[in-house]
Nanobody
Framework: VQLAESGGGLVQAGGSLRLSCTSSRIIFSINAVGWFRQAPGKRRELVSTITPDGSKNFADSVKGRFTISRNNAKNTVYLQMNSLKPEDTAVYYC?????WGQGTQVTVSS
């Protein structure tokens, strides 16, 4: 497995989760990393990205609630998700260097 996500789970609306994306082969300090999500019956959509120089981008639907960060020493990218809503329920995937992880389920109950 070249990319691995973790940190998903079940949380109540208004709660928080932190997702992690790690890799043993792809160096995140020199490759952009993106988080996507896919809800049942919907297309996969971009949630957030972080570039090697630290530039960050967020979907309008998560701005002000989600943050993205990177720990170069651990070669890990985090997606901190606060004020979660039921519509955030989805499988969350990280991607980098044209490689995708297997995803982690996030379920937000109302």
């Amino acid at each position: 497995v070249q990319l691995a996500e973790s940190g998903g789970g079940l949380v109540q609306a208004g709660g928080s989760l932190r997702l992690s994306c790690t890799s043993s082969r792809i160096i995140f300090s020199i490759n952009a990393v993106g988080w996507f999500r896919q809800a049942p019956g919907k297309r996969r959509e971009l949630v957030s990205t972080i570039t090697p120089d630290g530039s960050k981008n967020f979907a309008d639907s998560v701005k002000g609630r989600f943050t993205i960060s990177r720990n170069n020493a651990k070669n890990t990218v985090y997606l901190q998700m606060n004020s979660l809503k039921p519509e955030d329920t989805a499988v969350y995937y990280c991607t980098s260097a044209f490689v995708w992880g297997q995803g982690t389920q996030v379920t937000v109950s109302s």
